[in-house]
């Protein structure tokens, strides 16, 4: 199953996605990550209202992919901007054709938060750019 969101943003830059859309950052964007346990960068551990998970973190063209790669369902989700810069896509991917509606709606949810999250957290420029001026919003829990 596929979801997707687009979101109207003039002005963001894939840079701004692949500098802020970390694993460390990801409740700050989405309330359905609870807590992230750890993050070496490619790699982290999180808790979400679907359980404990590995998830994978890879710079794509024009924006992120994430995967939780011990997910049932082979949970995956990206978030790029079109070339022209006016739009972020949110894309949301499970390896099954029909699913629970309940859980079916929690994804639905998630992508939701993930449009909001972006929405309201993400700098339309670099960090270069404003020179450490942007606050991001962050929620890191590291262990090691």
Same mark, same amino acid.
């Given at each position: 199953?596929?979801? /997707?969101?687009? =979101?109207?943003? !003039?002005?963001?830059? @894939?840079?701004?996605?692949?500098? #802020?859309?970390?694993?460390?950052? &990801?409740?700050?964007?989405?309330?359905?990550?609870?807590?992230?346990?750890?993050?070496?960068?490619?790699?982290?551990?999180?808790?979400?209202?679907?359980?404990?998970?590995?998830?994978?973190?890879?710079?794509?063209?024009?924006?992120?992919? /994430?995967?939780? =790669?011990?997910? !049932?369902?082979?949970? @995956?989700?990206?978030?790029?901007? #079109?070339?022209?810069?006016?739009? &972020?896509?949110?894309?949301?991917?499970?390896?099954?054709?029909?699913?629970?509606?309940?859980?079916?709606?929690?994804?639905?949810?998630?992508?939701?938060?993930?449009?909001?999250?972006?929405?309201?957290?993400?700098?339309?420029?670099?960090?270069?750019?404003?020179?450490?001026?942007?606050?991001?919003?962050?929620?890191?829990?590291?262990?090691?």
């Amino acid at each position: 199953m596929e979801f /997707f969101e687009e =979101i109207q943003y !003039p002005g963001v830059a @894939a840079e701004a996605l692949n500098e #802020h859309l970390q694993i460390y950052a &990801l409740p700050g964007y989405c309330h359905i990550i609870d807590t992230v346990f750890s993050d070496s960068n490619s790699i982290g551990e999180i808790y979400s209202v679907w359980g404990q998970f590995i998830v994978s973190r890879q710079e794509i063209r024009n924006g992120i992919r /994430f995967a939780s =790669i011990d997910c !049932p369902h082979a949970f @995956a989700w990206t978030s790029t901007c #079109h070339d022209d810069r006016n739009m &972020l896509l949110i894309h949301c991917t499970i390896n099954d054709r029909e699913e629970d509606e309940e859980f079916v709606e929690s994804i639905r949810d998630f992508v939701s938060e993930w449009d909001a999250g972006l929405s309201n957290g993400l700098p339309k420029t670099t960090w270069h750019d404003v020179c450490c001026a942007v606050t991001l919003p962050m929620n890191r829990r590291d262990t090691y």
